[in-house]
Each structure stands twice: as structure tokens, then as C-alpha cells.
């Protein structure tokens, strides 16, 4: 039988920590200082996926979300945008599990059998072996969840419907969590940043579509999961609103950085 194939960490030592024990610390640092949220836990996430330096504190508003249902989800559907290979549609990797500095997660190949028959997702190795937006969110979920699985899913040329129907296809139950990788507006002075994430987060919050990738790198797996969030009746809140000129960068080209949940409108009644 063969060995499986792994795809190995690309960006490890560079956008997070390369050390088992310095990206656990850092990661749970970010959570310690992150605000606690209410339960339930979120069906869904929108997260920056930056640097830590850059992004780890807003990245970390959300994933403290997570700590009601550590235990129960088991499945992460995980959506970014692709920046290095241009594809057409929705691509899985070639790989049976992805690794982090802090072990091993296993790919869904279950979930992975339903998604390959939509005629818009293929398999695409050459599509997640350099790409950060999908490896930086992974050492956030293995110190905020327990034993989990992950369907990675980088998004390249596709219609809001292709990406809908994808994620409609897997949405699961309380088992699963949907997070869409997504930075906001790239390389405008601070006070233009900040007008223009604040725009780009009222829409989001209002379930409105975004209007292209100046609002956000990952608009249009966004733009997937605000569709399924108005047929679902999902609500949306803001986490946290900032850019590298709050963090960790100079203000002259910043690039901004939103975090949100997204529950079903049943969690609110209780």
C-alpha cells in the first residue's frame, strides 16, 4: 500500500513561529489576550491570514470563539483565496493530511469524495503547496479544538454560486465550522484603510455582497459563505476591526484585517 501523501508546512518560520513550542506559545497568547465571546459557538468564521506579527491578535478574536465547542467540532471546512497559482474554480489538495510545527491534520477524504462531483472543484497539488492563506489558520484551530479534520479548499476563479454550493454540499451540522481566510483592503494610507474596511464591514454584517477583491483578497469564497448566511438566516457580528498600522507595521501602506462570526438565529434565543 502506498504511504500517503503529506503536504509539508511552506510558510513555517516565516509567517508563524517554525518551533513546535514557540508557535504553541504564541498561539496561546493570542488566545489568553483575545476577549471572550459569548456561546454558542459560531457555525462560521471570517479570519485574516497574515503574518502573526501582523494579524495573530485579530485571527485570535475569532478562534476564542471556538472555546464552548472545543470538543464537539470535528470537521473544519476551510476556504482562501489562492495567491500564487491562478485556477478556475474550487481546488482540494493531493494530499491525505496537511502539517503544521504542532502535527499533523488529517483532510476530510470523505467530504472530499462529495465535493469532487460538482464540476466546478478539482484536485490541484500545485494550488495549496505554497499557499499561506489556508496553512497560517491551522495552528489556530489544533490549540483551539480538539481532534478535527480539515477540507482545505483554495479558491480561484468562481461565481458566487459555485462557491455556495460547494460549501452547501458539506455544511454539516453543529460538528462543523466553515472559516473563510480573508484579509481586507491591501496598501492604502491608514485613514483610507480604515474608511474602506469600515465599509467593507458593514456589508459584511448586512449579508451584502462584496463588490470585488479591493475589498478583500478571499471576496469571493466571502461572498460564497454570505450567500449561504442569507438563505440560512445566519446573523453576523464584528470581532475585531484593525490593520498592520494598529499592529505591527508603519501607516503609510497598511493592510487591514477583520474578524467575524456568523451563528444561526436559533443561538440567539436561548
Known amino acids: 500500500m502506498a504511504s500517503l501523501s503529506i503536504r509539508p508546512a511552506a510558510v513555517a518560520g516565516?509567517?508563524?513561529p517554525g518551533s513546535?513550542?514557540?508557535?504553541a506559545a504564541e498561539v496561546r497568547n493570542f488566545l489568553a489576550n483575545a476577549q471572550a465571546a459569548n456561546a454558542p459557538a459560531p457555525k462560521a468564521l471570517i479570519?485574516?491570514?497574515a503574518g502573526y506579527v501582523y494579524s495573530g491578535a485579530v485571527a485570535a478574536s475569532a478562534y476564542a470563539c471556538l472555546a464552548a465547542a472545543r470538543a464537539?467540532?470535528?470537521r473544519v471546512i476551510l476556504l482562501g483565496p489562492t495567491h500564487r497559482v491562478a485556477i478556475r474554480g474550487l481546488a482540494l489538495p493531493a494530499a491525505a493530511a496537511f502539517d503544521t510545527p504542532l502535527g499533523r491534520v488529517p483532510v476530510d477524504l470523505e467530504l472530499e469524495k462529495i465535493l469532487l462531483a460538482l464540476p466546478q472543484v478539482q484536485q490541484s497539488e500545485a494550488a495549496h503547496a505554497e499557499e499561506h492563506s489556508l496553512e497560517v489558520q491551522l495552528p489556530f484551530l489544533q490549540i483551539a479544538l480538539d481532534n478535527f479534520s480539515v477540507l482545505p479548499l483554495a479558491?480561484?476563479?468562481a461565481s458566487t454560486e459555485e462557491v455556495a454550493e460547494a460549501l452547501e454540499c458539506v455544511w454539516g451540522?453543529?460538528?462543523t465550522l466553515i472559516v473563510i481566510s480573508?484579509?481586507?483592503s491591501h496598501y492604502h494610507p491608514y485613514a483610507e484603510a480604515q474608511q474602506l474596511d469600515h465599509e467593507t464591514a458593514r456589508q459584511i454584517l448586512a449579508l451584502q455582497a462584496l463588490a470585488n477583491h479591493e475589498q478583500a483578497c478571499g471576496a469571493t469564497p466571502v461572498n460564497g459563505l454570505l450567500l449561504c448566511a442569507r438563505r440560512?438566516?445566519?446573523?453576523a457580528q464584528l470581532l475585531d476591526l484593525r490593520n498592520s498600522g494598529d499592529t505591527a507595521g508603519d501607516r503609510s501602506r497598511v493592510v487591514g484585517y477583520g474578524a467575524f462570526s456568523f451563528k444561526e438565529a436559533a443561538a440567539y434565543e436561548h
Do not use: N, T
Not at 20 to 23: D, E, N, P, V
Not at 232 to 235: D, H, N, T, W
Open 155 to 157: 479558491i480561484g476563479m
Open 20 to 23: 513546535a513550542a514557540g508557535l
Open 14 to 16: 516565516m509567517f508563524y
Open 47 to 49: 479570519v485574516p491570514h
Open 232 to 235: 440560512r438566516g445566519l446573523q
Open 182 to 184: 480573508s484579509d481586507l
Open 72 to 74: 464537539a467540532i470535528r
Open 173 to 175: 451540522g453543529p460538528e
